[in-house]
């Protein structure tokens, strides 16, 4: 079957089953695999026009006159809208979220923007500065790098999950302690890199503490201090 | 020592659990997505601009450019002078000025929506012919119009040409980038025709007053937050066009709009340290006497701004020296406005300085210090001022004993651990103290805090910390009972924090504010049942408590003392300056950087293997702080020293390296052995805590220690900063 004629019948049916969503989901994709020309971000029509133009101008050719109205009143936005989002349960800080979420979200700006867990910080989105460090499922990673689509029944543990009320982590006390921070941008990703680097058993040394701590940049340029928290962590023994 | 010099960081709670609120993190209900989409093209204008896509994209609200702006009524009334601090006008027309340069705000419902919809914006130009190499452009250079332009000269000009030993080299530094890790942000909204801003400012005063300009409102109209400033480094010194833009946007919508930055446009849009080429000319006796220095710096500005920096300054008082002339010029280029960054022009201008007084030791076969002290100034010559303190010989002292100077040998390349070549070297810094009037509230609450609140901010040095210092060594309550309210307009009124002043300006300011306030309490308390009889003067302020010194068991709470006057408060604000005493001295903070590096001579590989970092800053008020605030400053030097430089393509007068991956900045393992030492002695005159400024000594003065020590070991003298291993490798003898 045409992709375009198969992703028509697919929305119509839609408009009826919701429930169908998931499956047309996994149809388009499929489809996608076969026609790889048809669906490609670079081509002057967009993905989204051309679901737009594809399922809804083609169920509006059929023409009930409630379906232009249906268009005048952005409804075919908000049809688009449901297409483009994926079901995702993904559990933060201990807490279950069941969010609908479009594909292309990261999972920082999940943390920051939708679940205004803003304690992880955006620094560079490429990667290379380490301030969106997260742990999933108990390693380290940098969120702006993560779509948080791939993320389905992940553990999350943030910044803001470390503290048990007013009782801090002690890599937390530690940073405190050994002032590893000035402006405390940095400082939420380090800390997360920080219990990762001793839980990987990397900070058997400041040497090795400075390898493994570098994809993590202060532009306060506290590194000393950092090294010195997390020493005192690694030494102190503690679970962590 | 007292119980608040080693205080923890008051706000360490807030950044270590991620509860601080940053500019971007404020909730604001309601709040849309603005990304600002930039020109490709580094001069010439608009020839079309398409926007429809992004206009039908899903989502949007908005899409503002040149050609339906509304512009603000303040645009009008900038004079057309080319003073600084009259920045880019956004979409005020077609014309671009330099590459990346803001054409459209695209407004969305969401992040994603909004970043996707940025993507299909596409504009047409004509092109004009750019200018971007200060290298190649280097002779349209002009004086600026200003007395702080002018040429300096003391004696004869130029009179180093006259000297017994002769020195002269040209020195260059590239363009480097603040990049702090927080991105320039804000959160734009209108309340009528009020405005308010959450944003990335140093100053909230000044944000204030250049909004007021451009949207021509009432200074008292707008309203900014910049509680928490994920670092700054000078680039929240200006109020930029993405923050003009993000207002324009909220007042076109009547929502407020979000706008961050990316990292890309960190590199354009926010300022730099300005890519300089300087001149050094030393004259001297045989014996080592300085009698000849003159100092000339070219730097670039933008084609719509005269931007200067302080780069020849410290060469006029920082040695004993009769003859000394100073020149500064600058050149326009197609590119945003520098702004200064930290240690702005004496981290540059000693770099120049302190690498040719190194290679003058050289010339004289002296060691480098000897020939520091040999022209050691005993009095301020610019200003014909004595110092009001200088420690500066103690931070030779402590450097040279804490790196082990007595190990270097002068000859290049003799001293060597294994296959590494070991060098040492030393560079200085100094910068001036200022004080700005400043306004502190301070009140007593009836639950025992003291409350302390200023607009000045806190970008990271730790100024929250050092009030709350200061509160508590005055008022003798503990830490944990004062609360700092700051970093928003509304409170009494502080400075922009820049320039090493806050500590002087706002710390004094606390200082007068609590002794006020102590002495009302005092005061209060004297009238009452308890004391009668009792002169005042015998009445003493502890921890809350009113006693007499005499028989403390005659004593008053502050609580009850509150709530038998029926107060809710007890409050004093008071506007603390400098006074007249301050203008008869030279007032100067020193420092001294040390390196010890190793080199190898086969790859070129330069490794820091011990860094120390010595400062005369008056009284230490907070030592965990303040040695944070130095380990910090090193670092950035290190980073000037050895690895940051923005490199344009001048084919098309863009950036290559505009990212932290090819922008490399000092990361943890780049630091091996780091040492701070403070004199911590008190200046007599600077101000009532005798303190003199630290956050741009603790940068000035590294870079050209590093190069010293790279010639030291090497025997290669490197003239253009960054020192990469390229440099190094070709000439090393192996």
């Known amino acids: 079957m045409n992709f375009i004629t198969f992703c028509d019948l697919r929305l119509l049916n839609l408009l009826e089953y919701p429930s169908d969503f998931a499956n047309l989901k996994i149809d388009r994709m499929a489809s996608k695999k076969n026609n790889p020309k048809e669906v490609t971000e670079n081509d002057s029509n967009s993905r989204r026009d051309f679901i737009k133009k594809s399922g809804l101008f083609t169920a509006l050719a059929f023409t009930p006159p409630s379906l232009v109205m249906a268009s005048e009143n952005k409804w075919d936005e908000k049809i688009a809208e449901y297409l483009e989002t994926v079901p995702l349960s993904i559990e933060v800080n201990g807490k279950k979220h069941n969010l609908n979420i479009e594909p292309r979200t990261t999972l920082l700006d999940l943390l920051r923007e939708q679940l205004q867990l803003t304690g992880t910080k955006k620094g560079c989105d490429h990667g290379q500065c380490g301030a969106c460090t997260v742990h999933v499922n108990g390693t380290r990673i940098l969120s702006c790098l993560t779509l948080a689509s791939m993320q389905q029944n992940a553990e999350v543990t943030t910044i803001e999950g470390l503290a048990k009320g007013k009782k801090l982590h002690p890599m937390q006390e530690a940073f405190i302690k050994h002032d590893g921070f000035q402006c405390g941008y940095c400082t939420p990703g380090q800390i997360m890199s920080g219990i990762a680097c001793i839980k990987e058993g990397h900070a058997n040394s400041r040497e090795e503490i400075r390898e493994y701590m570098s994809g993590n940049i202060c532009r306060c340029g506290a590194y000393h201090n950092i090294v010195d928290a997390i020493t005192e962590v690694k030494e102190g023994g503690k679970e962590l | ?734």
């Open chain 2, 1 to 734: 020592m007292s119980k608040t010099s080693n205080i923890n960081r008051v706000d360490g709670f807030a950044k270590v659990t991620g509860s601080a609120t940053y500019s971007a993190e404020y909730k604001t209900p309601g709040v849309v997505y603005g990304c600002l989409v930039g020109s490709t093209i580094a001069r010439g204008r608009i020839k079309s601009i398409d926007t429809k896509k992004a206009e039908w994209a899903p989502g949007v609200l908005a899409v503002i450019t040149h050609l339906n702006v509304d512009k603000p009524t303040g645009y009008q009334k900038v004079k057309d002078k080319r003073n600084f601090g009259q920045p880019l006008q956004i979409f005020k027309d077609d014309s671009v000025l330099y590459y990346d340069q803001p054409i459209a705000l695209v407004i969305a419902d969401t992040f994603e929506r909004m970043q996707y919809a940025a993507s299909l914006i596409k504009a047409d130009y004509f092109k004009e012919e750019h200018s971007t190499d200060l290298q190649k452009a280097a002779d349209k250079e002009k004086k600026i119009d200003t007395e702080k332009g002018n040429d300096y000269h003391r004696g004869e000009h130029d009179g180093y040409k006259n000297a017994e030993v002769i020195f002269e080299a040209e020195y260059t530094i590239p363009t480097e980038v603040h990049n702090p890790m927080e991105l320039a942000n804000i959160i734009a909204k209108w309340d009528g025709n009020k405005p308010t801003l959450y944003t990335k400012s140093q100053g909230v005063e000044g944000t204030r007053r250049s909004v007021a300009g451009v949207f021509d409102v009432p200074v008292e109209d707008v309203s900014v937050f910049s509680e928490y400033l994920g670092g700054a480094f000078g680039m929240g010194l200006h109020t930029w066009p993405y923050e003009i833009a993000a207002l324009m946007g909220a007042k076109k919508l009547n929502r407020p709009v979000k706008l961050v930055l990316h990292r890309e446009q960190m590199f354009t849009n926010v300022g730099f340290r300005p890519f300089t080429i300087q001149k050094m000319g030393l004259g001297a006796t045989k014996a080592g006497k300085l009698t000849g220095l003159t100092h000339e710096a070219v730097a670039m500005t933008s084609s719509y701004e005269d931007f200067m920096e302080g780069t020849v300054n410290m060469s006029r008082f920082i040695y004993d020296c009769a003859n000394v002339s100073t020149r500064y010029r600058i050149v326009p280029l197609d590119t945003c406005t520098p702004i200064w960054m930290r240690g702005p022009g004496e981290a540059t201008g000693s770099f120049a300085l302190e690498c040719a007084m190194d290679e003058m030791a050289y010339k004289l076969n002296l060691d480098p210090i000897e020939f520091r002290k040999l022209n050691y100034a005993e009095k301020d010559q610019e200003q014909n001022k004595p110092w009001s303190s200088k420690y500066l010989l103690e931070c030779y002292e402590g450097g040279m004993e804490r790196i082990g100077w007595k190990n270097r040998k002068n000859e290049p390349g003799s001293v060597k651990e294994g296959n590494w070549l070991v060098g040492y070297g030393m560079g200085t810094g100094t910068f001036g103290c200022y004080r700005s009037p400043t306004s502190v509230k301070a009140k007593f609450l009836p639950d025992g805090n003291l409350v302390l609140q200023c607009s000045v901010n806190d970008m990271g040095p730790g100024t929250a910390t050092m009030m709350t210092a200061i509160g508590a060594e005055i008022t003798g309550l503990p830490v944990e009972n004062i609360i700092i309210e700051m970093g928003k307009s509304g409170l009494p009124k502080g400075p922009t924090q820049g320039g090493s002043a806050t500590t002087s300006s706002v710390g004094s300011a606390v200082h007068d504010a609590c002794n006020l306030l102590v002495s009302k309490a005092v005061g209060l308390a004297s009238g009452t049942l308890a004391f009668k009889g009792i002169p005042i003067t015998e009445l003493t302020f502890e921890n809350g408590v009113i006693s007499s010194k005499k028989n403390s068991s005659k004593s008053v709470t502050l609580a009850s003392l509150l709530t038998a006057n029926k107060l809710d408060e007890l409050t004093v604000e008071n506007l603390s300056k400098a006074d007249e005493e301050a203008k008869k001295y030279s007032i100067y903070s020193f420092s001294v950087h040390f390196v010890k590096v190793l080199v190898n001579p086969n790859l070129g590989k330069i490794r820091l293997a011990h860094v120390v970092s010595c400062a005369d800053i008056g009284t230490v008020i907070n030592q965990k702080t303040s040695a944070g605030q130095m380990y910090g400053g090193a670092v950035g030097g290190i980073g000037m020293g050895l690895m940051e430089a923005l490199e344009i393509d001048h084919r098309f007068g863009r950036p290559i390296n505009n990212n932290f991956a090819d922008y490399h900045v000092p990361v943890n393992a780049d630091i091996e052995k780091q040492e701070v030492f403070f004199v911590n002695k008190k200046d007599p005159i600077s101000n009532p805590m005798g303190t003199k400024g630290l956050g741009e000594t603790a940068l000035v003065g590294m870079a050209p220690a590093i190069a010293n020590a790279v010639f030291n070991a090497t025997g290669k003298r490197v003239r253009d900063l960054p020192i990469t291993l390229d440099k190094i490798i070709e000439t090393v003898k192996v």
